[in-house]
Nanobody, 123 residues
Framework: QVQLVESGGGSVQAGESLRLSCAAS????????MGWFRQAPGKEREGVAT???????TYVDSVKGRFSISKGIAKVTLELQMDTLKVEDTAMYYC?????????????????WGQGTQVTVST
């Protein structure tokens, strides 16, 4: 059974860091594409960062230079290191996977989702 379980969210002040983790079932992990998405209240779900089976990342412009996506080596995990957090990064963050070698960063392209973890950034 394909499963994704996120953890690591929380409340921080602007400028601080958080690290999100997604524990994946083996089939999700080797699916080809995995990524992090977020959804703020009243807004559509947007792609934050994705990574393909070779480890090549893609980032949305608003997080470039601040966020880093990676896959665990020993564990079947997907990580998102978030530095220099801004108030506008506040959202529910979701881990997602897609069985494909073509990894887009649009939410509709992904069909396997976790339950989400809340990130709140305050001034």
């Amino acid at each position: 059974q394909v499963q994704l379980v996120e953890s690591g969210g929380g409340s921080v002040q602007a400028g601080e860091s958080l690290r999100l983790s997604c524990a994946a079932s083996k089939s999700s992990y080797s699916s080809g594409c995995m990524g992090w998405f977020r959804q703020a209240p009243g807004k559509e779900r947007e792609g934050v960062a994705t990574i393909d089976s070779r480890g090549n990342p893609t980032y949305v412009d608003s997080v470039k230079g601040r966020f880093s996506i990676s896959k665990g080596i020993a564990k079947v995990t997907l990580e998102l290191q978030m530095d220099t957090l801004k108030v506008e990064d506040t959202a529910m963050y979701y881990c997602a996977a897609r069985f494909s070698t073509s990894c887009g960063i649009t939410a509709i392209q992904y069909n396997i989702w976790g339950q989400g973890t809340q990130v709140t950034v305050s001034t």
